[in-house]
């Protein structure tokens, strides 16, 4: 159950990446985390913690419940 939601959070970010045109290293900059967790997350191998979730949700101008929308 939790790997799922980790993999369904994981294609929302990638998705919200994508449309904005940027690489993964460009989105760990700007939620100043590394290039390397960004992989994990968006391939559901990290489950993620509720400060980085905020952090991630500013990154796309939004709020944290936008990016959590149906995900789950």
């Given at each position: 159950m939790a790997r799922?939601?980790?993999?369904?959070?994981?294609?929302?970010?990638?998705?919200?990446?994508?449309t904005r045109g940027w690489r993964q290293i460009d989105l760990?900059?700007?939620a100043r985390i590394n290039e390397n967790y960004v992989s994990d997350l968006e391939?559901?191998?990290?489950?993620?913690c509720l400060r980085t979730l905020?952090?991630?949700a500013h990154s796309f101008?939004?709020?944290t419940s936008e990016l959590l929308k149906d995900i789950d």
């Open positions: 799922d939601i980790c993999i369904a959070l994981g294609k929302r970010i990638r998705d919200l990446r994508k760990a900059e700007q391939h559901g191998r990290k489950e993620i905020q952090t991630l101008d939004m709020k």
